[in-house]
Every structure is written in structure tokens, then in C-alpha cells.
Nanobody
Framework: QVQLVESGGGLVQPGGSLRLSCTTS????????MSWYRQAPGKERELVAL????????QYPDSVKGRFAIFRDNDKNTVFLQMNSLTPEDTAVYFC?????????????WGQGTQVTISS
């Protein structure tokens, strides 16, 4: 049974930092590229970080490039997202997933996400 459990979100002032964690189970973690997505109110879910295998290359959209960093700990089946220089535009619910996304019963599976709010 696939599980994706995100944590580490919170309320942070502009310019601050957060590190998100995603603990996974139900699949062979090291066999998958991993990703982080976010969804702001009224907007589509967007990919904000990708970590490929086997060469561990990273990809980011321009909106977060240079501020976000994705990395993983295969021993702990966990993927992280380090977020620096946060702005109010980063406010969203953040989700992790494999890449491509996990599917259960024919539908994409998502965890509950973790809320990130950037506000003074």
C-alpha cells in the first residue's frame, strides 16, 4: 500500500526558509525518481522540483530555481525540499510523489500535503 506523508510546512515570514520532508512506503523508493509539487488556492498543481535516477539530476521551474533544492535519503525512504528566500507567491500546499506519479486503482495517488504559508 503506497503511502506518501509530507511534513514540515508552516507559517514563515518572507525571506525565510523551510525544509519539507516526505516519508514514503509501499514501493521500492530507490527505484523511482522523486518530485515535489505545489497547489495554490484556485490554481493547478505544478511541479516545483524533480530528482531523477540514476544520475540524481535535478530540475526546477524558473519560479523556484536557485531557491529550492530537492534531495533524498534512500536509507530512510524520504525525500526533502529545502526552500529558501521564500515569498508570498510560494504559499501553497506542497505534495511529494514519484515521477511519474504513483497510481492506485487507475488514479493518481497523492498524500495529504503540507501547507506552506508565507506572510508577514
Amino acid at each position: 500500500q503506497v503511502q506518501l506523508v509530507e511534513s514540515g510546512g508552516g507559517l514563515v515570514q518572507p525571506g525565510g526558509s523551510l525544509r519539507l520532508s516526505c516519508t514514503t512506503s509501499g514501493f521500492i523508493f530507490s527505484d523511482y525518481a522523486m518530485s515535489w509539487y505545489r497547489q495554490a488556492p484556485g490554481k493547478e498543481r505544478e511541479l516545483v522540483a524533480l530528482l531523477t535516477i540514476p544520475n540524481s539530476k535535478t530540475q526546477y521551474p524558473d519560479s523556484v530555481k536557485g531557491r529550492f533544492a530537492i534531495f533524498r535519503d534512500n536509507d530512510k525512504n524520504t525525500v526533502f525540499l529545502q526552500m529558501n528566500s521564500l515569498t508570498p507567491e510560494d504559499t501553497a500546499v506542497y505534495f511529494c510523489n514519484t515521477y511519474p506519479t504513483q497510481r492506485v486503482g487507475g488514479s493518481a495517488y497523492w498524500g495529504q500535503g503540507t501547507q506552506v504559508t508565507i506572510s508577514s
